[in-house]
């Protein structure tokens, strides 16, 4: 499996719609202070479920709807759609492509799909958990993360470990299942 491309519209800095393809392999971004880099990781991280604004470096989750310049007024959401090659199917559903969005309107509404599908954020977590890909997973690792990670309690150098042999899914229905 591995990320094919990324469309962003109204997101952050990017206003128009814009389609970033991948290959497999390493693809490096580079651009100016300031021309939206980390705005792209920051798009990864939302359309996965990213529940914190102050993750995506905002006050609140309204923040990442583009706000404009001297020269374009707002836009009304934003939009934010991964696809992943899902040949090997390394995700367990039955498709090739497998393509995750979201969507959020400036009165807070907000929608995740799966394929088009209207689906919950549940859905979505389900299907990336072990992979590392999801919301819990280390497929991010943001600046200063790294430290972090060196320097966290055990129990949360476990998790990652968790995640990477496959049992974070069985630990997550553990846990849903005492709490009934
Ligand atoms: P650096 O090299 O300093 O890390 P970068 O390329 O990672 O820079 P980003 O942090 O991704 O840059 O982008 C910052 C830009 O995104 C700023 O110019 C900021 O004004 C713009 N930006 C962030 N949120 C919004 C928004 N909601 N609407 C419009 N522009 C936004
Ligand atoms: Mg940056």
């Not at 497999?24 to 798009?43: E, F, L, M, Y």
Request: charged residues 30%; aromatic residues 8%.
């Amino acid at each position: 499996m591995y990320l094919k491309k990324i469309e962003v519209q109204g997101f952050k800095s990017f206003a128009n719609k814009i389609v970033f393809d991948f290959h497999r392999g390493i693809t490096g971004i580079v651009g100016p202070n300031g021309s939206g880099k980390s705005n792209v990781s920051d798009a990864v991280r939302w359309v996965l479920g990213e529940q914190s604004a102050k993750q995506l470096r905002g006050q609140n989750m309204q923040d990442v709807i583009f706000s404009g310049t001297e020269l374009r007024k707002p836009q009304g959401y934003a939009f934010v759609a991964i696809t992943m090659d899902n040949s090997d199917r390394t995700l367990t559903i039955d498709f090739d492509e497998v393509t995750i969005s979201r969507r959020i309107y400036r009165s807070g509404e907000s929608e995740y799909m799966i394929n088009n599908s209207t689906c919950r954020l549940k859905d979505i977590s389900e299907l990336l958990y072990d992979t590392g890909i999801g919301r819990e997973g280390y497929s991010i690792i943001g600046q200063g993360q790294v430290d972090k990670i060196l320097s966290k309690k055990s129990e949360d150098r476990r998790e990652l470990f968790d995640e990477a042999v496959g049992i974070t899914k069985y630990k997550r229905r553990k846990e849903l299942a005492q709490k009934k």
